[in-house]
Structure formats: C-alpha cells, structure tokens
C-alpha cells in the first residue's frame, strides 16, 4: 500500500474509533430547564400566549425627526493628516459621506415593504416579547413539508436570513434540489446523498 493510501486508511480508523468510544462510554449531563422560568419585568405572571400578526411599520413623525436631526448634525472635526483613517477615533469624512447618503439616497420605506414581505408575528414566553417569523411554503407546491427552526445569535439580526428563507420555503422557484438532514444521535450513516442519523 501506499503512504497515502495508509495515512487515509489510519486517519479513517481513528476517526471511527473517536465516534464509537464518544457515542458508547460519554454520556451528556442532562440539561435542567426552569419551566416556570420568568424573564420579564416585575413579578412573574402568566404569559400571554396568543399568537399575534405583527406589521413594521415606522411612523412618518419618527422618520422626519430623523431626518431633522441629520441636518441638523455638527460635524465640524478634520481627521489628523497623518492619521490612518479610524486610527484615532471616527473618520469625519467617512460620517459626512454616510450622512449624506441617509439625507438623499436611503429609503427607510423601501427597506420597511422589504421586512415585510415575510410572516411576522409576536408573542410573550417567560416574560419575554418574542418577535419571529413564520413563513410556509406555497400549500400547492409540495407534498410534504418539514418545520425548520432558525435562530440567530448575538448581535445578530433575523435580517440575515431573508436570502436564504425562500430558498428554503420555495426551492422549486428558484431552481434548487433539496436533500434531507436529519440529526438524532452521533452515528451517522451516508446513503443516496442523503444523511439520516439514527
């Protein structure tokens, strides 16, 4: 055999030694959840557990005094000659430019009709107002259809996933194929391009 062909044979061995020692003789501490948990202000009270559709809508009061205090900003400092942009502090040319672009070219409509184009909805869970998006698939397209939880971290937006929400609720659409993932447990087994884990 070759070194390799060996090397790949050695590296694929400790690898299935890893998973079968991990999944047999490491058992995970079990995970204790409060279910009475309460995150809110004041004493804890029972949620309110309605499911509420939820519109962004910014009213035109909030943008104008926006725009009024963008005008009405004082930016008087020069950047240091020989400083390296944002070196000592925030590049006053830079925040002029950017200024100017919310003043004339920014749209806060157009990016709200955006933010819009999906499902959103409120509720309350330990206290907590939950914002979150629910967007089905169209009901005639697909047979069979699998909820898929998404959550973003911090700082993180739910934004960053408004590219790939309709690829996930319409593939068809937009020319995609899709596989299945399942994950149960820490064997896995590859089969037809599709990963089951049993």
């Known amino acids: 055999m070759g070194f390799k062909l060996q090397f790949f044979v050695g590296l694929l061995l400790a690898v299935a030694g890893y998973l079968i020692f991990s999944s047999h003789f490491s058992k995970p501490e079990p995970v204790h959840v409060d279910e009475n948990a309460w995150f809110g202000s004041g004493q804890p009270k029972k949620d309110d557990e309605t499911i509420r559709p939820f519109k962004i809508s910014v009213p035109d009061e909030v943008l104008n005094d926006l725009e009024n205090r963008l005008r009405s900003a004082r930016i008087s400092h020069d950047p240091l000659e020989d400083s390296n942009n944002f070196y000592y502090g925030f590049n006053s040319k830079y925040l ?8 004339k070219s920014y749209s806060w409509k ?7 184009s999906f499902s959103h909805f409120k509720t309350q869970i330990g206290g907590i107002q939950v ?4 967007q089905k698939p169209p009901s005639s397209s697909y047979k069979k259809t699998y909820p898929l939880l998404i959550v973003h971290g911090w700082p993180g937006n739910v934004y960053e996933f408004y590219k790939i929400i309709p690829l996930l609720t319409d593939p068809k659409k937009h020319g995609i194929s899709s596989e299945v993932i399942v994950l149960k447990y820490k064997k896995l087994f590859l089969y037809n391009r599709i990963i089951l884990a049993l």
């Open 96 to 103: 002029k430019e950017i200024r100017e672009h919310w003043l």
């Open 110 to 116: 157009k990016h709200e009709d955006q933010l819009n």
């Open 131 to 134: 914002h979150f998006i629910h």
